[in-house]
């Protein structure tokens, strides 16, 4: 979808995006994230790309990739055009795709290392239901983008039917007696941890957030995996939280022109230690999370 940014042109190409055959392509998917990794997240990084491309252009921009774990997203971005930036804090899941640590960045999502205003794309995939304070991560996405660039984040509402990942559905009946349940089968505690590793996300305070930051304004609200003709139900509030599934949102930083060249920004963000992108004295904040593996930290 690149060169199908904004407008009504723009409007319609994502439409073709969202069909219901890549809706089913993706679940199958993730049928086989355990037994496959690769292939799923090799598919849903090509597809986010695409996605991200229906909003911005990439090439020649900087994305940074909160969250950017074993690195499968790096290779879809780079191949886009675009130069990536992973963050995680568990620098050992770089590898985990085959990506060398070049151009990574172990850090927190709540205390970003980088300066303000230093990227174009600033996009994050199922992490923000990762972290113990959601909306701080927002705000530091939001301070890291330059103004006129793209925020891209994605998570999975606590209520969807996947909202307790491995211990679903038997969140719906409490977090904590969904762990406990697990730990009882399988003899070992989930690696989302009710409250540990694993936070009560919902779409209604993501848009709360939304409203009361005059940093920010929407350009779409969507669930991520659902054909076009399903998208409707990010308008009814209670029913979304359930039957939305993944809720994607794209917001534009404010104060800089819709679909900008990537320009000097682009250009002054280059990768970690090779200039000033990455600032010191917020890389000392991040270290100060006490970031020793896993996304909970951030």
């Known amino acids: 979808m690149t060169g199908a940014h904004g407008g009504t042109g723009g409007r319609a190409a994502r439409r073709r995006f969202a069909t219901l055959g890549r809706s089913v392509t993706l679940f199958r998917g993730f049928r086989r994230e355990q037994s496959d990794p690769d292939h799923f997240y090799g598919l849903l990084a090509d597809d986010s ?5 229906g909003y911005t252009e990439l090439a020649g921009r900087t994305v940074l990739d909160v969250g950017g774990g074993p690195g499968y997203f790096a290779a879809a971005f780079r191949g886009a055009g675009a130069t990536y930036l992973g963050l995680d804090p568990d620098v050992g899941d770089f590898s985990a795709a085959g990506e060398s640590v070049s151009g990574m960045v172990r850090g927190s999502g709540t205390a970003l290392p980088v300066r303000s205003s230093a990227v174009d794309v600033c996009f994050s995939s199922n992490v923000l239901e990762h972290v113990s304070e959601p909306t701080r991560m927002l705000d530091e ?43 009882r089968r399988m003899g070992r505690p989930p690696k989302n941890r009710f409250r540990e590793t694993l936070f009560p996300v919902s779409i209604s305070d993501t848009l709360r957030w939304v409203r009361a ?43 800089g022109p819709a679909d900008e060249a990537g320009g000097q920004s682009a250009q002054a963000a280059p990768v970690a230690g090779r200039g000033a992108t990455f600032d010191g004295e917020q890389a000392a904040a991040a270290g100060k999370e006490g970031l020793t593996g896993g996304r909970v930290a951030m």
């Open 49 to 53: 790309v695409r996605q991200v491309g």
């Open 213 to 255: 930051n005059r940093d920010v304004e929407v350009l779409d609200a969507l669930p991520r995996y659902h054909p076009w003709w399903g998208q409707w139900i990010i308008r009814v509030p209670g029913a979304r939280e359930i039957a939305a599934w993944n809720f994607l949102l794209v917001l534009r930083r404010a104060g």
């Open 141 to 183: 996405m939001a301070r890291v983008t330059r103004p006129g660039g793209v925020l891209f984040v994605s998570f999975t509402p606590w209520l969807s039917p996947w909202g307790g990942h491995e211990t679903s559905p038997w969140h719906w009946l409490g977090g904590e007696r969904a762990r406990q349940r697990y730990q």
